[in-house]
């Protein structure tokens, strides 16, 4: 008998051949897709659990591949002002109180809450308190590539880099046999980690053979820094240290020079676009029609709730689609269906478990949405691609499976239940601005 059986599917693959299937059926044997094809030739299998799928769409989960998702505590916090005041004077200041092990506890879970219930089923994440947003994951069944923040000064969990990255060493062997959580080093950006940091992360990443997560070349000031104090570009300052040799996601990449471009495919640069969060701190608009013309790898993510506010990757697809035609005065960049596969079977390449995920196909492991399209604003349909882009929204997702677990069904949670969370999180957030306030009379 199989696990889960979907039936009446209009079923989008993403896989190679951008192969849709109309009136289909889907089986899922333990968290191994097993059928994708005519019903009729599954039609006498039983299976635990029968899922109509009619009205709905049923396409891969969606991969956020930059966030920060404990930081949902803080969303609304700090808004309308650009990066540097932002971190320097706001979120540094708050994390330096208030990121305990207990806060990025309830933040992680209200994170992946939102994730999920949008259609999100995988994200890359960069923070402090790794394994207790990895035992996190584990409760809630969510996919993730947990990057462990490393710095140059103290941080929330650790007081030397030199900790950090011994206990990221610890971490990923760990958890090199979990089916959902890869642990990865994440050294937060060039002019956060001394050049001996990064070249420690580096080296750990390659002995590992993991990913490394950066942040790179996100704003003008940043540029322009790593010019007057190295005289390269941020982008050629970490390839003079040997960062890009190596599987490397190169979170925002605003600033990026022709040069640059050329490192970055040769050495071959995943690159996470962010657009939403440097829409809303005013750090730029990244090259991406022209990082993808030098066949360097891009997708997309949300960065943090708190320089995005949302984690819904219907909105950074959207929003994604539009802002590169506008920027280069061309309605023709990036089609909608590149938006989509940005998103799924691209994104799963970016972070090196396209093997695994990221697009429906036999013997892939079971990371599925289905997405009512039954409504006013999703019909007609001519082109699927356009509605997932142009008119859905993550309130529109009804039911998401991931690694074969139902966690979210009909609109309901699983495995959790949000409103402890909901009221936990609020709980922060009081006293965080009674903080603000009683700091604001001295």
């Keep these: 008998m199989i696990s889960i059986k979907i039936t009446n599917a209009y079923i989008l693959t993403m896989n190679e051949s951008f192969d849709i299937i109309e009136n289909g059926c889907l089986c899922i044997e333990n968290n191994i897709i097993t059928y994708i094809g005519d019903e009729s030739a599954v039609s006498h299998l039983e299976a635990h659990t029968v899922i109509d799928a009619q009205g709905n769409l049923i396409m891969p989960g969606l991969i956020n591949a930059h966030t920060h998702a404990a930081m949902s505590i803080y969303k609304g916090m700090a808004d309308d002002m650009p990066l540097k005041e932002w971190l320097e004077h706001h979120i540094f200041p708050t994390e330096s109180e208030f990121c305990t092990k207990e806060n990025v506890e309830i933040g992680a879970r209200l994170g992946i809450m939102e994730m999920i219930m949008s259609g999100t089923t995988c994200f890359a994440d960069m923070y402090y308190f790794t394994p207790t947003i990895a035992e996190i994951c584990k409760e809630m069944n969510m996919r993730a590539l947990l990057g462990q923040a490393i710095l140059d000064f103290k941080a929330p969990?650790?007081?030397?880099?030199?900790?950090?990255?011994?206990?990221?060493?610890?971490?990923?062997?760990?958890?090199?046999?979990?089916?959902?959580?890869?642990?990865?080093?994440?050294?937060?950006?060039?002019?956060?980690?001394?050049?001996?940091?990064?070249?420690?992360?580096?080296?750990?990443?390659?002995?590992?053979?993991?990913?490394?997560?950066?942040?790179?070349?996100?704003?003008?000031?940043?540029?322009?820094?790593?010019?007057?104090?190295?005289?390269?570009?941020?982008?050629?300052?970490?390839?003079?240290?040997?960062?890009?040799?190596?599987?490397?996601?190169?979170?925002?990449?605003?600033?990026?020079?022709?040069?640059?471009?050329?490192?970055?495919?040769?050495?071959?640069?995943?690159?996470?676009?962010?657009?939403?969060?440097?829409?809303?701190?005013?750090?730029?608009?990244?090259?991406?029609?022209?990082?993808?013309?030098?066949?360097?790898?891009?997708?997309?993510?949300?960065?943090?709730?708190?320089?995005?506010?949302?984690?819904?990757?219907?909105?950074?697809?959207?929003?994604?689609?539009?802002?590169?035609?506008?920027?280069?005065?061309?309605?023709?960049?990036?089609?909608?269906?590149?938006?989509?596969?940005?998103?799924?079977?691209?994104?799963?390449?970016?972070?090196?478990?396209?093997?695994?995920?990221?697009?429906?196909?036999?013997?892939?492991?079971?990371?599925?949405?289905?997405?009512?399209?039954?409504?006013?604003?999703?019909v007609p349909l001519y082109s699927i691609y356009s509605h997932i882009v142009y008119a859905m929204q993550g309130h529109d997702v009804d039911t998401v499976i991931i690694n074969g677990t139902i966690v979210y069904l009909q609109k309901q949670f699983q495995l959790v239940d949000p409103i402890e969370t909901m009221i936990d999180a609020q709980i922060i957030a009081n006293a965080i601005m009674q903080r603000k306030t009683e700091r604001k009379q001295q």
């Design 157 to 378: 969990d650790f007081d030397t880099p030199t900790q950090a990255i011994e206990t990221t060493k610890q971490l990923i062997h760990e958890y090199s046999n979990n089916s959902l959580v890869q642990i990865i080093p994440a050294p937060h950006s060039p002019y956060t980690c001394s050049e001996e940091v990064l070249r420690a992360c580096r080296q750990l990443a390659n002995e590992c053979n993991v990913p490394l997560h950066i942040h790179v070349s996100e704003t003008i000031a940043e540029y322009n820094t790593s010019l007057a104090s190295h005289n390269l570009t941020p982008v050629q300052y970490l390839h003079s240290l040997g960062m890009f040799d190596g599987k490397t996601i190169a979170a925002h990449c605003v600033y990026i020079s022709d040069e640059d471009r050329q490192i970055m495919a040769q050495q071959k640069v995943h690159v996470v676009n962010n657009p939403q969060s440097n829409m809303k701190l005013v750090s730029g608009i990244s090259p991406v029609p022209l990082l993808l013309q030098a066949d360097i790898p891009v997708c997309l993510g949300t960065d943090s709730s708190v320089s995005n506010n949302s984690l819904d990757m219907f909105q950074e697809m959207k929003v994604a689609a539009l802002i590169h035609k506008l920027n280069q005065s061309d309605a023709a960049v990036l089609p909608a269906q590149d938006i989509v596969h940005m998103c799924t079977s691209g994104a799963a390449k970016v972070l090196g478990i396209d093997h695994i995920v990221g697009s429906l196909e036999v013997g892939k492991q079971a990371d599925i949405i289905l997405v009512n399209i039954n409504q006013p604003h999703l």
